[in-house]
């Protein structure tokens, strides 16, 4: 006997997995935030089945959420030539239309995905986004609220609609919208960055503080939970409040600087943004110690 195992039976060997599971496993990492095994699964499922549609929109969508416009429309346009009805395939087109500010043939593609499937909530959402782009703000309020109306349930539509009624500064409806969301998916993580930025804009800075953290625990290393975070912290320390703008505006420190030089404290400024920076980063890192990771893939 050489000790060496014999082959399995060939039904009972193993077998890779079918493209549908990879789409199953893909769709799992990218809800918990990890895209690029995301996007590997998606490719696998497409690599054993090309023509899988489902593996098609979901690569696709991933490409769009990472700002891979370009890679997504070469997906979608396999997508369409089996599909050319699909009214997803069409708002995805308008989303890498609308990335890439290519905003008329955005407007095109959404409303032709509107007339597709006109009870689909997430295509009004879309065609309202590109509204928004176009400045067209009343158009785009009755988009995203049709959007919201048909999909009570969907995140997506609640959180668009929610950050334009902020940034149109109906902060009171905005809340509305964000308390919403909150009843519907409290840990969903766009949802907790919408109802941070909205109780910063009305003053809360305690409550937006929560939020950001309770964000930073599912994605820690995330650019705008950190960016809510720094905007708190600005907000509680007129110090870093004023730092804070002039790191942001070029033409401030200019004018700080042309102020200081009559005195002779021309040096002034860049000792008060390299000490700010310096404080900030301290307060920022004792906030971001208290962050604790949530288990993901």
Request: net charge positive; glycine share 6%.
């Amino acid at each position: 006997m050489t000790g060496a195992r014999p082959d399995a039976p060939p039904d009972l060997a193993p077998r890779p997995p079918s493209p549908d599971s990879l789409v199953r496993q893909g769709l799992a990492y990218r809800a918990a935030g990890s895209e690029a095994k995301a996007i590997e699964a998606f490719k696998q499922a497409l690599a054993a089945q090309p023509d899988h549609l489902g593996a098609q929109v979901q690569l696709s969508a991933v490409y769009i959420d990472t700002g891979k416009a370009a890679l997504a429309q070469d997906v979608l346009a396999d997508a369409q030539a089996q599909a050319p009805n699909s009214a997803v395939v069409r708002r995805l087109f308008a989303l890498c239309h609308l990335q890439r500010g290519a905003l008329k043939r955005a407007r095109q593609d959404a409303e032709e995905a509107v007339r597709l499937a006109p009870g689909d909530g997430v295509g009004h959402t879309v065609l309202g986004r590109v509204l928004t782009r176009e400045q067209d703000f009343r158009g785009a309020e009755t988009a995203l609220r049709r959007g919201a109306e048909l999909a009570p349930d969907t995140t997506y539509c609640l959180v668009h609609l929610g950050y334009f009624l902020m940034n149109r500064r109906r902060l009171a409806d905005a809340a509305a919208v964000a308390d919403d969301a909150g009843r519907v998916a409290p840990d969903d993580f766009a949802v907790m960055l919408l109802r941070g930025d909205v109780a910063l804009r009305r003053g809360r800075a305690e409550e937006a503080r929560d939020f950001a953290l309770w964000a930073l625990s599912q994605k820690a290393t995330n650019r705008e939970a950190i960016r809510l975070l720094v905007s708190v912290k600005a907000r509680q320390n007129w110090f870093l409040g004023l730092w804070w703008r002039l790191t942001a505006n070029l033409w401030l420190r200019v004018l700080l600087v042309m102020a200081a030089v009559p005195f002779g404290l021309w040096f002034v400024p860049g000792v008060y943004l390299i000490v700010g920076r310096m404080i900030f980063d301290r307060m920022l890192k004792a906030e971001l110690k208290t962050v604790k990771l949530k288990p993901t893939f």
